[in-house]
């Protein structure tokens, strides 16, 4: 089956040949071809080109004039978002926390409280798996509506080992079931339950010699995942979890260095973490520690928004050469939005990326993070053919430019339109 769309305005990131992430100035760069055609495959991505050439590049690949042909009028293509960060099954909102920082309560006085990741925690041990599922699958479709083409999810609203073996398992089958590609992370080191307050090493144990051995033998995780972080987990923590981690071929992920400088990003480059996420907190250190390394620097900005935290210097990791992803974050207490193009406006409006530093970081280096540059991230022959369509726009730029506005008009998944 043969799709093709025409009179593209801008086709964003196409290449002939992909590399596996954009480091530094290369997300500047990002490429850009006007007037243009995209031709998709059997779900793959074919070949792509200037519409000067399309009648002659059409009758090699079309002979028969059997392929389903899309006019965009104009409109802007590019490959579907890679969100390598979120946490999408949870099973309720956590509006009255918003109201209580409203009200002047910080993050942690409301953690502090028995709220935040402990109150999704309590509210977890009592859901059904099947709740869990159609509410996750329910908000995954609003983010496939809004371009987004794959997407990590972590567990870590268990915190005993039924409650994440249960979450881990909606994980499981959302992956099973979905249209995209799914990524599952083990976070049972998102914060340590009430019970084991004054016990820390116990809860330490039962994450190394229960919980992992299980997950492992269900292969029920691709990543592990720890909350090093001020009032979380300590680097020496984090590093015993890791080493347990990959003692059974699980890779790391952090949460790092959002709420202090809390070394997580040393400890998630010593373990050859896939990405570290958040870093509001990054200096010098942590930069040059982050360019002699193949982890990901990935940055939440719609988190930092939500709970008024400063954002994190991408600009200066940008100009030190480093890559750098956008993920939302997407959760019930920090960030309840799985909006990705408003990630870009905060990331442009905030933190002095361009438009195209921007794109380039939700997309090749989102799937970099995920460990799908292979086959996501960019419109590349031999891709999977997953992009969106937006509405007609004078350049790249407006995308984040028109926060307020719904421009993504059409997302296509491995040649198909998706419909909720």
């Known amino acids: 089956m043969k799709l093709i769309v025409k009179n593209i305005g801008y086709l964003l990131n196409g290449l002939e040949s992909s590399p596996k992430k954009f480091n530094g100035k290369e997300m500047g760069s990002l490429p850009v071809l006007q007037n243009a055609w995209l031709c998709a495959e059997n779900g793959r991505f074919h070949s792509f080109g200037s519409m000067k050439e399309f009648e002659q590049k059409c009758a090699l690949f079309d002979p028969s004039g059997s392929a389903s042909i899309v006019d965009a009028q104009g409109a802007m293509v590019g490959p579907t978002w890679c969100d390598s960060h979120t946490h999408i099954v949870y099973a309720a909102p956590r509006e009255r926390e918003f109201v209580d920082r409203i009200h002047g309560l910080s993050y942690e006085e409301i953690a502090k ?11 977890m041990a009592n859901s059904s798996e099947e709740d869990l599922y159609n509410d996750a699958m329910n908000r995954l479709g609003e983010m496939i509506c809004m371009g987004t ?13 039924d409650s994440e073996i249960k979450m881990l398992r909606v994980i499981r089958r959302i992956k099973e079931n979905a249209i995209i590609p799914i990524k599952s992370t083990f976070l049972g080191a998102h914060a340590v339950p009430s019970i ?21 033998d269900e292969g029920l995780a691709d990543y592990c995942d720890v909350f090093c972080d001020r009032g979380f987990f300590t680097v020496d923590e984090t590093d015993s979890i890791l080493a347990a981690g990959w003692k059974y071929g699980i890779r790391p992920k952090i949460h790092a260095n959002e709420l ?10 010593k373990h050859n973490a896939l990405s570290v996420d958040h870093l509001e907190f990054t200096g ?38 480093l890559p750098v992803a956008l993920a939302t974050d997407f959760n019930p207490g920090s960030s309840p939005s799985g909006n990705m193009p408003f990630v870009l406006s905060l990331a442009c409006i905030y933190m002095g990326m361009t438009p ?8 090749l280096n989102g799937a970099y993070a ?11 022959p031999g891709k999977d053919a997953s992009f969106f369509i937006t509405e007609k726009l004078t350049s790249p730029a407006f995308l984040p430019y028109s926060f307020g506005s719904r421009l993504i008009k059409q997302t296509y998944i491995q040649g198909k339109p998706f419909q909720i």
């Open 149 to 161: 083409g794959a997407v990590e999810i972590k567990s870590g609203y268990g915190l005993s080992l």
């Open 113 to 123: 409280r028995g709220g935040g990741i402990l109150n999704s925690a309590a509210k």
């Open 356 to 363: 195209e530093e921007s794109i380039a970081a939700a997309t």
């Open 370 to 380: 995920m460990d799908l540059s292979d086959k996501l991230g960019s419109i590349t």
């Open 284 to 321: 010098d250190d942590e930069i040059n520690c982050l360019l002699n390394s193949e982890t990901m620097p990935t940055i939440l900005p719609s988190t930092a928004f939500f709970l008024k935290l400063h954002y994190a210097p991408a600009r200066k990791m940008i100009d030190s050469g």
């Open 260 to 269: 202090d400088n809390s070394g997580g990003i040393q400890v998630g480059v």
């Open 196 to 216: 084991f307050k004054q016990n820390r090493s116990e809860y330490i144990r039962l994450i190394v010699d229960v919980m992992l051995p299980r997950i492992a």
